[in-house]
């Protein structure tokens, strides 16, 4: 998922870079895209991984130089994600996508794309995982604020 990610960041940078592009639009603000970035991370480092009682800031999966935030319209971002499961191969790296999209889902105040895996991207799957009771009480636990 990460390398998925990367890639997609890679070839999004190319085409912000081409002399084309900068021609037709005005380049991005860089602060507010960093204030962006900023508001994303605080949203989703209060997620608690699965299996631990931890936040994924605490676990360092998340972290505030993982988040990163580009305009590619008026008031719409393409918000971009690498977190880093605790072990390789993770088996709940789905899981925690799926806590992230819910998280920015629920709480993102600007209009925003979130980029993930096929599995995660698709509305259908995320809407069928959401309406198993079992999946979806992990999510809530996942994502509801600590008290």
Not at 22 to 39: C, G, K, L, N, V
Not at 104 to 112: A, D, E, S, T
Request: proline share 7%; aromatic share 4%; glycine share 2%.
């Amino acid at each position: 998922m990460a390398l998925a990610l990367a890639l997609l960041w890679q070839a999004l940078g190319r085409l912000w870079r081409s002399p084309a592009a900068s021609a037709r639009h005005a380049p991005p603000s860089r602060a507010m895209e960093h204030d962006r970035a900023i508001e994303v991370y605080d949203i989703i480092r209060t997620i608690r991984d699965p299996e631990k009682p931890n936040t994924l800031e605490e676990l360092e999966v998340v972290t505030e130089n993982c988040v990163q935030v580009q305009e590619i319209g008026e008031d719409e971002y393409l918000v971009i994600i690498r977190f880093t499961p605790t072990v390789p191969h993770c088996s709940l790296a789905t899981l925690i996508g799926l806590c992230l999209r819910i998280k920015l889902q629920r709480c993102l105040p600007f209009r925003h794309k979130v980029q993930f895996n096929k599995q995660i991207n698709d509305k259908e799957r995320v809407a069928a995982a959401m309406e198993n009771p079992n999946l979806r009480e992990i999510v809530e636990q996942c994502v509801t604020e600590p008290d």
